[in-house]
Structure formats: C-alpha cells, structure tokens
C-alpha cells in the first residue's frame, strides 16, 4: 500500500494520508502512544482536534495550523535542519506534517515531516518519522531515520508505505511516461535536527 507523502494529496494506487504514530519495527502503532519521547526527543507539532483547527484566530509565527497540525517549531528553522540533513546542497523550500493511516483503520495513523525541494533541478525529498504522544503532541527523536527520496527526470516522488512505515518510493507520472524518469529511494540512520 502506498501513499503520497511528497506532494501531500491522493494519486492512483496511493492511499489519502490520514495520521500515524512512530517508526519502530518492533512495535506495532497502538505501542507507539505509550511511548514518553519528550524526554528524549524535541517537540514539533501538535495534532488538533477539531474545534482548535477551526479559524478561531490567525496563527502565530511559531504556531502554524495546516491540515490540523500545528507546527511547534518556525518553519524556517526546520527548512534550514532539512537543508543541513541532506548536506549536499540540496534546497529545501517545503516543509510539512503528513499522516499516514495504518492499513487497519483501527490503528493510530503515523506522522511524518517531510521537506522537499531541489537539487540541481531534480526533485529531492525527505521523510522524519514522528512519534505521537497521549496528548497527540508530535516528537521527532534523533535516532529516527531519514527516509530519503531521489528524482531523476521525475516531476515528483512519492513515499510508498506499507502498515505505516516507508517502503520505497514512486515516480509521478501524470504528465505522461518518458523513458529514463525514476525515483530512487534509501534509508539513513539518525539524523542531525
């Protein structure tokens, strides 16, 4: 199963992004709640639930709502920790929150922050995967891997998922299929935010 991480809406044969807990293949997601990161991760975002994701008021610099995630950490700081991560000169000029539901809808879905951009005008994007407390507060650990998705002549990469973990990645082809546009996808230990 797979869904559109990157681009954040639903394409052919990718599932709708719906939230996730964490990435540890020795748990399973309703684990990962019993999980207490914030001792040892840094807080990033916070999921709402439905009356504060409503307009009440316009959001603040450090307090973004989007898609019923509020960002805890300045976005600018976060696209300067992804250009960091990827050490290559990659740009970074977009950065999100995006759930990932479990194939059993029962299960808490799986947050990942994602960021996105260029380098040297292929697509580059990586995927951080959250942990999400009782209290639906999003942590990211340093010992989370980086899922990392590489375009070559490919517009935009998805993230592939398989019971809410990164399992590869895909090559929008909407545009019509060329030959020589492909994706290539690998996993790094830790990262540096």
């Known amino acids: 199963m797979g869904a559109l991480l990157a681009g ?5 044969g990718r599932h709708a992004q719906q939230p996730a807990a964490a ?3 020795t748990r399973s997601a309703a684990d990962t ?8 991760a840094h807080l990033v975002g916070q999921v709402l639930t439905e009356p504060e994701a409503a307009p009440a008021r316009q959001p603040s610099a450090t307090a973004r ?3 019923g995630i509020r960002f805890e950490v300045k976005e600018p700081l976060l696209l300067e920790r992804f250009i960091r991560a990827f050490g290559d000169g990659t740009v970074v000029d977009r950065v999100l929150i995006s759930p990932v539901q479990d194939d059993e809808p029962r299960n808490p879905p ?6 996105m951009g260029q ?3 292929q697509f ?6 959250l942990y999400a407390s009782k209290e639906k507060a999003l942590y990211l650990k340093p010992d989370a891997d980086r899922h990392i998705a590489v375009g070559f002549g490919c517009p935009m990469c998805y993230f592939e998922f398989s019971r809410g973990k990164v399992t590869g990645v895909d090559c929008d ?4 299929s060329s030959p020589g546009r492909s994706c290539t996808y690998r996993r790094e230990p830790g990262n540096q935010f």
């Open 8 to 12: 954040c809406q639903a394409g052919p």
């Open 23 to 25: 990435y540890d293949p």
């Open 33 to 40: 709640t019993a999980i207490k990161p914030e001792s040892v």
């Open 65 to 67: 709502k989007k898609s």
């Open 110 to 115: 799986t947050y990942y922050l994602i960021g």
């Open 119 to 121: 380098l040297n005008g």
């Open 124 to 129: 580059r994007a990586m995927a951080l995967p």
């Open 173 to 176: 082809e909407t545009d019509g």
